[in-house]
């Protein structure tokens, strides 16, 4: 870098060692920002605002739609959950809908005899087996089966052969809804002989 000669001031005219110093010591002088080429170039703070407040502008925007398109899904899916919790059993109501039919038609029937009314009965237990199969209604029988206390109502145990905790009767079948025990089936345990 050439040596620039510093211009003397009034305190440096008192000092003239120190202005040498400084020259001596390489310390470069500001130019001021008007003789820098190009500075005109730059863009002025007022227009560096107005373009930031432009931008801030449409953030805010932007954050404000994603804000309330958040809050249209959310109060769809509320939406959702309610009526799937009102009407969670319309498949099964359906399906229910023929054995309804069929258990009047059969009360409505005149001179129908023992036979008949048999048969009508056994067609409509089928038609309520499939809708239990539909909705995923299980039965339990569980007749010779180990005795489950999260399936299984044990009402009594009799002495019986065999291993114990044994179902050995069950008097009131139960039932799963998608293995999840809605009714336990009602049973007889069997407990061992006392030894003699």
């Known amino acids: ?44 703070l007022a227009e560096l605002l107005r373009q930031a407040e432009l931008n801030a502008a449409e953030h805010h925007d932007a954050w404000l739609r994603a804000k309330a398109e958040t809050e249209n899904v959310r109060r769809r899916a509320q939406d959702d959950i309610a009526k799937a919790g009102k009407f969670a059993a319309d498949k099964f109501a359906q399906a229910m809908l ?60 009799l002495e019986a052969d065999g291993e114990p905790n044994t179902v050995i009767t069950v008097l009131q079948k139960g039932y799963l809804l998608h293995e999840r025990t809605m009714r336990p089936a009602l049973v007889i345990v069997s407990k061992a002989k006392p030894a003699a």
């Open 1 to 44: 870098m050439q040596d620039q000669e510093t211009p003397l001031s009034p305190e440096n005219k008192a000092a003239p060692e120190l202005v040498e110093n400084v020259a001596d010591t390489g310390a470069e002088t500001q130019t001021p920002v008007a003789d820098v080429p190009g500075i005109d170039t730059l863009p002025s």
């Open 98 to 157: 023929p054995v309804k039919d069929s258990l009047e038609a059969a009360l409505a029937t005149e001179n129908a005899t023992l036979e008949t009314l048999r048969q009508g009965v056994e067609l409509t237990l089928k038609q309520l087996a499939a809708a239990f199969q539909g909705a995923n209604v299980t039965e339990i029988n569980p007749v010779g089966e180990k005795f489950d206390p999260n399936k299984h109502q044990a009402i009594s145990a």
